[in-house]
């Protein structure tokens, strides 16, 4: 260990940590000597952004451990905060000792000072601070592997009396798991003790020894005893860097019947925290197929949710997933209509919202009873049939002067009825006019209108706007109602010249202009080799758009194709086509029978799951070909 007399002996200021240079590490390490709690709290927050940083630490991360584990001894009231900071820099997996990289890198070089100043922090083991106990021993668990001889033969034996001994069984749990680390497993011995706490730690580590699928057994202990972790277990996460829930999430997300069946088993036990839940979702969030089953259990969780904000979001949950289920269960969909009709506004919008998801008929009742704009954009996407019902009800909301993310709602809300959304001109005009939902407006107008002259002339207006996004959307709508490709073809041509950043969202807006936009070609076929994935993918679907011919885009298309959100944009973009590679049959394969999601959901979208878009799109393509 080293006071911070020695600070001076070091050259920080040839050392680097996540900010440049390290000249401020001395001044907070002697900022946690000075008595003042907010200023050694300031200090170890520092700490944890410089010298550890996002899971990264760095060449002045070392040389600052000696003096740290002697502030664990000397600086006042601070002991767990800097044993878990040790731990935390210290932290790797047991594989990273065996790779070439280690020899030489910032953790392995931390984890030989940790070892070396070990002996003088063992003390902290029989700290009357449980906190200090238990940080004391993830310090120990950091580097177990990597103790000298004549060290690693003391450790056990003291780690041995708390896991033997000590009052509180999340300590003990802890010492079981650093035996184990240690090369002294108890896992089976522990699987049978008496303390919960520690059948659900030796648990954890049978199963990340097994791996998938987990013994009936381990998940038996996880249902039973996981549920309710340690009211006082306020310590740093452990294992690694993300928390103790976290951890044994994703363990459990590894395999899915195992960890439904924990999920159902922490609901049954009142869903503490809401771990089953979102455990369940998690469950969702990773695997195809498995939504029913998970939403039998969000519905299940929803009575211990005990204020309206947790019940709230619980059913915002539901609603979120309910939509991708072709035939929700009859009980879900009661349950979700008699929570729409309470007075409770803030459980009764979201469950309405879920209940008008899934399809419901019951719902579009409710939906003109109380109309908002999210329910109504909901509703026509639910009730495409009931246009003759709904549309009075938009254009209601629209004129009465809805603005922001609702106006945009209403507008997509129309979008939905096809043709019959002509209806709402007036109020669409409106909207342009008055800048409410103006871009939505602009695009629905050149979809669905009728020439006329005020809002051709609203629209060629528009494309003087300083907001590119309503410009080029009023452009290309004024083309649609007008047949005049110039003004379109001109702001375009504009925004590509002087974007300063991503193009390809000018290069989509291209497409309803097909043949008309072939003065743009000079400038699109260019963008078919640019670096930024997105901008060749829009410049091979405009370019097929105004050409007509697959020659060029498929090629450029075929080789973005991904599990990514782009990926999925060039597939969609290949279908139009009508051309399939061979070559990209394999890859359509994987995607169309994956059991896992490739990818995830995009909150708050009124839109399809891209996985399920991606994974119909695979089918589809491969079944036509």
């Known amino acids: 260990m080293k006071s911070p007399a020695e600070l001076e002996d070091v050259q920080w200021h040839t050392l680097t940590h996540a900010y440049g240079s390290a000249e401020d590490v001395p001044e907070l390490i002697r900022a946690l000597y000075q008595g003042d709690e907010e200023t050694a709290d300031e200090a170890i927050h520092e700490l944890y952004g410089n010298i550890h940083h996002q899971g990264t630490v760095y060449p002045a991360s070392a040389p600052a451990v000696p003096f740290l584990a002697h502030a664990v001894q000397h600086a006042p009231g601070k002991r767990e905060d800097l044993l878990m900071l040790l731990a935390t820099l210290a932290d790797h997996g047991q594989g990273d000792t065996e790779s070439p990289r280690w020899p030489g890198s910032s953790v392995a070089a931390i984890c030989a000072e940790l070892a070396r100043v070990l002996p003088g922090l063992l003390p902290c083991l029989e700290d009357t601070e449980r906190g200090v106990r238990r940080a004391a021993l993830r310090v120990v668990a950091a580097v177990a592997e990597l103790l000298p001889a004549e060290v690693r033969g003391e450790v056990p034996a003291r780690v041995e009396v708390l896991y033997a001994t000590d009052p509180v069984p999340a300590v003990r749990a802890d010492a079981m798991v650093v035996l184990t680390r240690s090369g002294s497993s108890r896992v089976e011995e522990a699987l049978d003790s008496p303390l919960p706490e520690v059948r659900v730690a030796a648990a954890v580590l049978a199963a990340e020894r097994s791996g998938p699928p987990y013994a009936p057994r381990l998940v038996r202990i996880l249902a039973d005893d996981g549920g309710d972790p340690d009211p006082g277990d306020d310590s740093f996460p452990w294992p690694g860097t993300g928390s103790p829930d976290q951890h044994l999430t994703e363990l459990l997300a590894q395999d899915p019947d195992a960890g439904l069946t924990v999920a159902a088993g922490w609901i049954r036990a009142g869903d503490i925290g809401s771990r089953g839940s979102w455990?369940?979702?998690?469950?969702?969030?990773?695997?195809?197929?498995?939504?029913?089953?998970?939403?039998?259990?969000?519905?299940?969780?929803?009575?211990?949710?005990?204020?309206?904000?947790?019940?709230?979001?619980?059913?915002?949950?539901?609603?979120?997933?309910?939509?991708?289920?072709?035939?929700?269960?009859?009980?879900?969909?009661?349950?979700?209509?008699?929570?729409?009709?309470?007075?409770?506004?803030?459980?009764?919008?979201?469950?309405?919202?879920?209940?008008?998801?899934?399809?419901?008929?019951?719902?579009?009742?409710?939906?003109?009873?109380?109309?908002?704009?999210?329910?109504?954009?909901?509703?026509?996407?639910?009730?495409?049939?009931?246009?003759?019902?709904?549309?009075?009800?938009?254009?209601?909301?629209?004129?009465?002067?809805?603005?922001?993310?609702?106006?945009?709602?209403?507008?997509?809300?129309?979008?939905?009825?096809?043709?019959?959304?002509?209806?709402?001109?007036?109020?669409?005009?409106?909207?342009?006019?008055?800048?409410?939902?103006?871009?939505?407006?602009?695009?629905?107008?050149?979809?669905?209108?009728?020439?006329?002259?005020?809002?051709?002339?609203?629209?060629?207006?528009?494309?003087?706007?300083?907001?590119?996004?309503?410009?080029?959307?009023?452009?290309?709508?004024?083309?649609?109602?007008?047949?005049?490709?110039?003004?379109?073809?001109?702001?375009?041509?504009?925004?590509?010249?002087?974007?300063?950043?991503?193009?390809?969202?000018?290069?989509?807006?291209?497409?309803?202009?097909?043949?008309?936009?072939?003065?743009?070609?000079?400038?699109?076929?260019?963008?078919?080799?640019?670096?930024?994935?997105?901008?060749?993918?829009?410049?091979?679907?405009?370019?097929?758009?105004?050409?007509?011919?697959?020659?060029?885009?498929?090629?450029?298309?075929?080789?973005?194709?991904?599990?990514?959100?782009?990926?999925?944009?060039?597939?969609?973009?290949?279908?139009?086509?009508?051309?399939?590679?061979?070559h990209l049959r394999p890859t359509l394969r994987a995607f169309a029978f994956s059991p896992l999601r490739l990818l995830s959901d995009t909150p708050f979208s009124e839109e399809a799951h891209p996985d399920e878009e991606l994974r119909a799109l695979a089918w589809r393509l491969l079944t036509d070909g």
């Open 279 to 582: 455990l369940a979702q998690q469950i969702m969030e990773t695997w195809r197929g498995r939504e029913p089953e998970v939403l039998d259990l969000l519905l299940a969780a929803l009575p211990h949710r005990a204020d309206a904000g947790t019940l709230s979001y619980g059913l915002s949950t539901i609603g979120r997933w309910i939509r991708h289920i072709p035939e929700p269960a009859p009980e879900l969909r009661d349950a979700l209509y008699e929570y729409a009709r309470t007075e409770q506004e803030e459980s009764a919008g979201p469950a309405l919202l879920a209940l008008t998801h899934s399809g419901d008929p019951r719902a579009l009742d409710l939906v003109l009873q109380r109309p908002d704009a999210q329910t109504l954009k909901a509703a026509a996407l639910s009730f495409p049939e009931a246009g003759d019902r709904l549309i009075p009800a938009i254009r209601s909301a629209l004129a009465a002067g809805a603005t922001g993310n609702a106006a945009i709602d209403l507008v997509g809300a129309l979008e939905r009825f096809g043709t019959a959304a002509g209806q709402a001109r007036p109020e669409l005009v409106d909207c342009l006019r008055t800048g409410r939902g103006a871009i939505a407006a602009a695009r629905l107008l050149g979809c669905t209108g009728v020439p006329s002259p005020e809002p051709t002339a609203l629209l060629l207006e528009a494309v003087q706007s300083a907001d590119a996004s309503l410009s080029i959307a009023a452009a290309v709508a004024h083309y649609q109602l007008s047949g005049e490709a110039e003004p379109a073809l001109r702001t375009v041509e504009t925004l590509l010249a002087t974007a300063k950043g991503p193009t390809h969202w000018h290069l989509v807006s291209l497409t309803p202009l097909g043949s008309a936009a072939a003065p743009l070609l000079p400038t699109i076929e260019p963008l078919l080799t640019a670096r930024y994935d997105w901008t060749r993918m829009a410049a091979a679907e405009a370019h097929h758009a105004i050409t007509g011919s697959p020659d060029r885009a498929v090629p450029v298309l075929a080789e973005l194709v991904s599990a990514a959100p782009v990926g999925l944009s060039a597939l969609k973009a290949l279908a139009a086509t009508g051309e399939l590679p061979e």
